[in-house]
């Protein structure tokens, strides 16, 4: 884990070896020239699915994807943990990241097994 990223949770899907990682990102903005548009400078919200292997982890390419949170001149990192702890706290009733989540749910056809959300990763 790099040191402007926290992730918030890990969460089991009904697919065998199917994951989702929940995490905030810190990202110095600029132009995306893989997207063709102008990032943000700011926290971001992160959901990716991933597929854990017994000594790997596969991400497939566009399986995933991020929602601006909230605008920052420059990193910090008290800031980038509260913003983490906030969702944490939330996770069930947090709009952005529950709209986020149920989109990447969507997309790639995966369930939540029924005890993913008690799988918060500890700080």
């Not at 017994?54 to 913003?83: K, L, V």
Request: proline letters at 2%.
């Amino acid at each position: 884990m790099k040191k402007d990223e926290v992730v918030i949770a890990v969460l089991e899907t009904t697919t065998p070896g199917k994951k989702i990682e929940i995490r905030v990102d810190y990202d110095r903005g600029g132009m995306n020239y893989f997207q063709g548009v102008t990032m943000q400078r700011g926290y971001w919200l992160s959901v990716t699915p991933f597929e854990q292997g017994e000594h790997s982890r596969t991400i497939a390419a566009f399986s995933g994807t991020t929602a601006f949170m909230e605008p920052a001149s420059r990193f910090n990192a008290r800031r980038i943990a509260e913003r983490a702890e906030q969702l944490k706290k939330n996770m069930k009733t947090h709009d952005l990241l529950q709209k986020t989540l149920a989109h990447v749910l969507q997309k790639n056809n995966l369930v939540l097994k029924e005890t993913s959300h008690a799988q918060v990763a500890q700080g």
